[in-house]
T-cell receptor
Framework: DGGITQSPKYLFRKEGQNVTLSCEQN?????MYWYRQDPGQGLRLIYY???????QKGDIAEGYSVSREKKESFPLTVTSAQKNPTAFYLC??????????????FGDGTRLSIL | SQKIEQNSEALNIQEGKTATLTCNYT??????LQWYRQDPGRGPVFLLL?????KEKRKERLKVTFDTTLKQSLFHITASQPADSATYLC???????????FGTGTKLQVIP
């Protein structure tokens, strides 16, 4: 079955440590997205990529970095510069980057906590 | 600034009744509106998309309306079932290569 796989499901970070969240899709979608979800807040866009080897900052990119070297993969690194990294991170994809006229397919998230 | 409002309070309804969830927006002229379902600890799942020139869209027991004058979308679940209990998110976008903005979601609890 096609879908998006995020790993790990739970992740713990020590102070000053960088961690990388994995996102893989086998839907052959061009566009991929990273969101952060905090209690009482809507999904906030961190980074998005409309095509391989290209990505743009979203609304809250500070303290995060991404790469898009392969169509099916869009890893997110949470750097030590992100002062409040505890959150639920969601990866999504869509057929193309044509905004809201296409549904987004989501993975089941990674919950990141600080030790 | 753009703002999307969904009722932050949980909606409790009796099984078999129609659940109606509201999504209001301000300072925004969306071309598309989407509804998603999210279960605890899971990612959102796409349900329906409606365009600005469509007044209503249906899919099985689901119905969505989009009123660009009132700046509001209503999401209805008819003959609700306990399995419909989840958080429902609305999302808006202006079309083209524009990002989608999500609301905070409304938690629906269907009581047997």
């Amino acid at each position: 079955d096609g879908g998006i796989t995020q790993s790990p499901k739970y992740l713990f970070r020590k102070e000053g440590q960088n961690v990388t969240l994995s996102c893989e899709q086998n839907l052959n979608h061009d566009a991929m997205y990273w969101y952060r979800q905090d209690p009482g807040q809507g999904l906030r866009l961190i980074y998005y990529s409309q095509i391989v080897n290209d990505f743009q900052k979203g609304d809250i990119a500070e303290g995060y970095s991404v790469s898009r070297e392969k169509k099916e993969s869009f890893p997110l690194t949470v750097t030590s510069a992100q002062k409040n990294p505890t959150a639920f991170y969601l990866c999504a994809s869509s057929i193309s980057g044509q905004g809201a006229n296409q549904p987004q397919h989501f993975g089941d998230g990674t919950r990141l906590s600080i030790l | 600034s753009q703002k999307i409002e969904q009722n932050s309070e949980a909606l409790n309804i009796q099984e078999g009744k129609t659940a109606t969830l509201t999504c209001n927006y301000t300072n925004y002229s969306p071309a598309y509106l989407q509804w998603y379902r999210q279960d605890p600890g899971r990612g959102p799942v796409f349900l329906l998309l409606i365009r600005e020139n469509e007044k209503e869209k249906r899919k099985e027991r689901l119905k969505v309306t989009f009123d660009t004058t009132l700046k509001q979308s209503l999401f209805h679940i008819t003959a609700s079932q306990p399995a419909d209990s989840a958080t429902y998110l609305c999302a808006l976008g202006a079309g083209g290569y524009q990002k989608v903005t999500f609301g905070t979601g409304t938690k629906l609890q269907v009581i047997p």
